[in-house]
Antibody, heavy 119, light 108 residues
């Protein structure tokens, strides 16, 4: 079964750091780019970051550029998001999502992990 | 940077009715890059349509996508109870891969 499972979400103080993980299974992870997408409570989807299949290309939303770093370990079938200088505006459910390798779109999603930034 | 505007914000319809959802891009975008997702409460989004009009695996044929340039449409030909949800469009061609604000399809 193709599956993505996020972890690492937590309550963190403003200005703090957190690292999210996404464990992939059931498919050849090294063949796919990956994304992070977040959703604040009661709000819409916000794309956060993309990394290509072999980590050669990364993109970030302006809201997180310079604070977040996406990485991918194909040997461990894992995706990561290092988040620094967190603020209340980063409070959200964070989803990892697989890039469809033969078309444009995110075809597999995890269930999400919750990040709360509060003092 | 492409900005996507979805309308209406909420669509109130009865089961069996036809739903027409709009997604307008701030600049011309290849239809190859236009994607639609469905999200139900408490669940992750699900890929519905890619390439503006191609149904993803397992998506019923009552869902159809169309459009080109700056105007794209998602149509649900006859609403089933499980179709009441929020729908998002996204452009996936160039960073940032922005989503539209979403259209909620609710039961009238």
């Amino acid at each position: 079964e193709v599956q993505l499972v996020e972890s690492g979400g937590d309550l963190v103080q403003p200005g703090g750091s957190l690292k999210l993980s996404c464990a992939a299974s059931g498919f050849t992870f090294s063949n796919h780019g990956m994304n992070w997408v977040r959703q604040a409570h009661g709000k819409g989807l916000e794309w956060v970051s993309y990394i290509s299949a072999t980590s050669g290309t990364t993109y970030y939303a302006d809201a997180v550029k310079g604070r977040f770093t996406v990485s991918k370990d194909n040997a461990k079938n894992s995706l990561y998001l290092q988040m620094n200088s967190l603020g209340a505006e980063d409070t959200a459910v964070y989803y990892c999502a697989r890039d469809g390798s033969s078309y444009y779109g995110m075809d597999v999603w995890g269930r999400g992990t919750t990040v709360t930034v509060s003092s | 940077e492409v900005v996507l505007t979805q309308s209406p914000g909420t669509l109130s319809l009865s089961p069996g009715e036809r739903a027409t959802l709009s997604c307008r891009a701030s600049q011309r975008s290849s239809s190859s890059y236009l994607v639609w997702y469905q999200q139900k409460p408490g669940q992750a989004p699900r890929l519905l349509i890619y390439g503006a009009s191609i149904r993803a695996t397992g998506i019923p044929d009552r869902f159809s996508g169309s459009g080109s340039g700056t105007d794209f449409t998602l149509t649900i030909s006859g609403l089933e109870p499980e179709d009441f949800a929020v729908y998002y469009c996204q452009q996936y061609g160039s960073s940032p891969f922005a989503f539209g604000g979403g259209t909620k399809v609710e039961i009238k």
